[in-house]
């Protein structure tokens, strides 16, 4: 138990190498082996290691929040679909356990996932979202949430500014991971409006922002969407080829523009 909890703290603290050597050695032992199964999985994914990450999917179960991991696999590969079907399994599987702050998380996430492809049900899956954090302690969902708006305006209106204001709530509440996300919104923002030297700079700020290695496929997906070319080996290691991965992401920005064509 104490091997966890000091693996887990490891991770709060963004200190991932040790968290992946500690949770390796509590993953051996005890009551929460599958929650260290859980922790290594989401570990390899933050690495870029979506392979591994999918492996380890079937020996989760419930308690290793099998449905989110696997969700969190699929939309970083722009396939809403799985990553929908995969979130709304884990909402019913929470609701079915009394789960109150699970079945908020896989809503918000369902959310995220339903933003990229679909704006217009997006308004309706992140009212839902507020509507089941109401009256949770879930500060990081809540910001969460506020990044997927931004996502679903994408390529609209004052995205940058609320952004801006967004990223100064996220330094408050101090979760600074969440940064990674609002600069993959605005990435797509920029992307959609054809804004190059903005999309430019998201990208360095993505790419100083993953510098430790997590999080790094988010500057690959900036990539994808602005259809530029990786500036250097292939780091992260997809479940399916970089081609199909790239497409998907670039399909979304052209979909997205043409969406907003049909609405102006």
């Known amino acids: 138990m104490a091997l966890y909890y000091r693996a887990k703290a490891h991770k709060d603290l963004s200190q991932n190498d040790a968290s992946r050597t500690g949770m390796q050695v509590a993953d051996a032992e005890g009551r929460l082996a599958v929650k260290a199964r859980r922790s290594l999985a989401n570990l390899a994914r933050l690495a870029g290691d979506f392979p591994t ?18 969700g969190d696999i699929h939309w970083s590969h722009a396939d809403t679909a799985a990553a929908i079907n995969a979130f709304e399994a884990g909402r019913a599987e929470a609701e079915q356990h009394g789960a109150a702050g699970e079945r908020a998380m896989m809503q918000v996430r369902l959310a995220l996932a339903v933003s990229f492809a679909d704006p217009d049900r997006a308004d309706d899956e992140l009212a839902l979202a507020h509507q089941l954090l109401d009256g949770l302690d879930q500060r990081s969902n809540t910001l969460l949430a506020q990044v997927v708006a931004l996502i679903k305006d994408a390529g609209t209106g004052n995205v940058t500014d609320r952004a801006e204001s967004l990223r100064s709530d996220i330094e408050a509440a101090g979760l ?20 190059d030297q903005d999309l430019a700079a998201t990208i360095g700020r993505l790419r100083t922002l993953t510098a430790t290695g997590d999080f790094a496929y988010f500057t690959d997906i900036a990539h994808f969407r602005g259809g530029l070319p990786l500036p250097g080996p292939l780091t992260t290691r997809w479940t399916r080829s ?10 979304f920005v052209q979909a997205r523009q043409q969406h907003l064509l049909a609405g102006s």
């Open 242 to 251: 970089e081609d199909d991965v790239r497409s998907a992401w670039r399909g």
């Open 53 to 70: 990450a999918l492996s380890a999917v079937p020996t989760l179960g419930w308690k290793g929040r099998h449905h989110r991991v696997l």
């Open 176 to 195: 600074p991971f969440l940064h990674r996300f609002v600069e993959l919104a605005l990435a797509l923002h920029h992307a959609v409006r054809g804004e």
